[in-house]
């Protein structure tokens, strides 16, 4: 799996920067929390996964083909991965409090395009943003943003944290 990993990247999505494996983990690790969100709840809907590809897309410069493969390459790493942490650690080593802040905003964004939040989901975003350190007024203030963006549901003032 490692192998093609680094294969996707030096094909596709390398950049000429010396630290490449880092801004390859990082992509990864980023791509992982965008699925995580969309298969959370058990049922992946078309609006979710479309709005992971954006949030990808949008992140990294990615043509669609790419940003494609990357979400599948992150499907395989969160099928295998035991816990969160293996992906918010490097997030949080490699992102500014901005940056950590725009990752829970595009989770939020997944979540919020079937217009609905479930309980798995209100749960995995308490969990994330702990992990990653954000403070709760953002963290609620992103979810708002994110639901605006996207026309979602009534908002919850605990869905932040």
């Known amino acids: ?12 999505v390398a950049p000429a920067a010396p630290d490449r494996d880092d801004d390859h983990a990082i992509r990864l690790a980023t791509a992982a929390l965008m699925v995580e969100t ?10 979710e996964r479309a709005a ?10 990615l043509p669609a083909d790419e940003a494609e ?12 991965a035991t816990d969160y942490f293996q992906f918010t650690s490097l997030i949080n080593r490699r992102f500014t409090p901005e940056q950590k802040l725009r990752v829970v905003e595009a989770m939020w964004t997944v979540a919020w395009a079937d217009a609905e939040i479930s309980a798995h989901e209100r749960h ?6 702990d992990l990653l350190h954000v403070p709760h007024g953002d963290a609620v203030a992103a979810q708002a943003r994110a639901r ?3 026309g979602g549901g009534t908002p919850d003032a605990t869905d932040g944290r």
Do not use: W
């Open 69 to 80: 493969r990357l979400i599948d390459l992150a499907e395989e790493e969160v099928r295998q």
């Open 124 to 129: 995995l975003m308490r969990r994330i943003v």
């Open 148 to 150: 605006e963006r996207v």
């Open 38 to 47: 969309l298969r959370i709840d058990a049922e992946i809907r078309e609006p």
């Open 1 to 12: 799996m490692l192998r093609a990993l680094v294969e996707f990247f030096d094909r596709h």
């Open 52 to 61: 992971a590809l954006a949030a990808v897309r949008s992140k990294f410069g």
